[in-house]
């Protein structure tokens, strides 16, 4: 009979040994999700603030290249008129030279 019984206690407390065991197992599962819950919010806070600058250099770039453009569009009026000053004065000098 004191041979069940200490059979009974030792599978009782081999029972709560494994449960214990299990529990441990689930703490440290769940503490190390948090800290890697905590890692990706991170990441993802990191992630959208470089969107944001990108956005904003693509803006900023978008608006230096419009302004290029119009520069151009000016400078190629002001050759254009250039241009044809230099032949309106070259057909005076032709006029000139022939009377």
């Known amino acids: 009979?004191?041979?069940v019984i200490?059979?009974?206690?030792?599978s009782g407390l081999l029972t709560l040994l494994a449960l214990g065991a299990l529990i441990l197992l689930h703490y440290f599962l769940?503490?190390?999700?948090?800290?890697?819950?905590?890692l990706q919010?991170?990441?993802l806070t990191e992630m959208e603030q470089l969107i944001k600058k990108e956005?904003?250099?693509?803006?900023?770039?978008s608006v230096q290249a419009?302004?290029?453009s119009q520069l151009k569009e000016k400078t190629d009026e002001k050759?254009?008129?250039?241009?044809?000053?230099v032949e309106a004065m070259r057909k005076r000098e032709e006029m000139s030279k022939s009377d």
Not at 30 to 38: C, D, G, L
């Open 30 to 38: 769940f503490r190390e999700y948090a800290v890697m819950e905590k």
């Open 41 to 43: 919010e991170k990441r």
């Open 55 to 61: 956005i904003h250099r693509s803006q900023s770039s």
């Open 1 to 3: 009979m004191l041979r």
């Open 6 to 10: 200490i059979e009974n206690g030792e």
């Open 66 to 68: 419009l302004e290029i």
């Open 79 to 85: 050759i254009e008129l250039i241009k044809l000053q």
